[in-house]
């Protein structure tokens, strides 16, 4: 079983940015494609950006590629997403999703969840 908590969301200005930070417990995290997901009110879950277990692949969201960057730390059992450049289309709940079986874009391959972190982009 793996345990997952997220921080680093908040309230930023449009063109600023967030590092969120997903930690996880479980010594079988460094095996695990990792992801993050986010939710917008009324609206489904969606793929944001995911990372192999190795750090060595990773894959984007085509509305955050070149202003997002995710990263692992193994040793530290934790995910981080860099956000730049943050847009209001960017508010949403934010997941870190892990141990995906199968496709990294589909929140249903995903085994584990953490509780998810507010981020708000104002205008």
């Known amino acids: 079983q793996v345990h997952l908590v997220e921080s680093g969301g908040g309230l930023v200005q449009a063109g600023g940015s967030l590092r969120l930070s997903c930690l996880a417990s479980?010594?079988?995290?460094?095996?695990?494609?990792m992801g993050w997901f986010r939710q917008a009110p009324g609206q489904e879950r969606e793929f944001v950006a995911a990372?192999?277990?190795?750090?060595?692949?990773?894959y984007y969201a085509d509305s955050v590629k070149g202003r997002f960057t995710i990263s692992r730390d193994n040793a530290k059992t934790t995910m981080h997403l860099q956000m730049n450049s943050l847009k209001p289309e960017d508010t949403a709940v934010y997941y870190c999703?892990?141990?995906?079986?199968?496709?990294?874009?589909?929140?249903?391959?995903?085994?584990?969840w953490g509780q998810g972190t507010q981020v708000t982009v104002s205008s």
């Open positions: 990372i192999a277990w190795s750090g060595g692949n990773t």
């Open positions: 479980g010594r079988t995290f460094s095996t695990y494609t």
């Open positions: 999703a892990g141990d995906s079986r199968g496709s990294v874009f589909y929140a249903g391959n995903y085994n584990y």
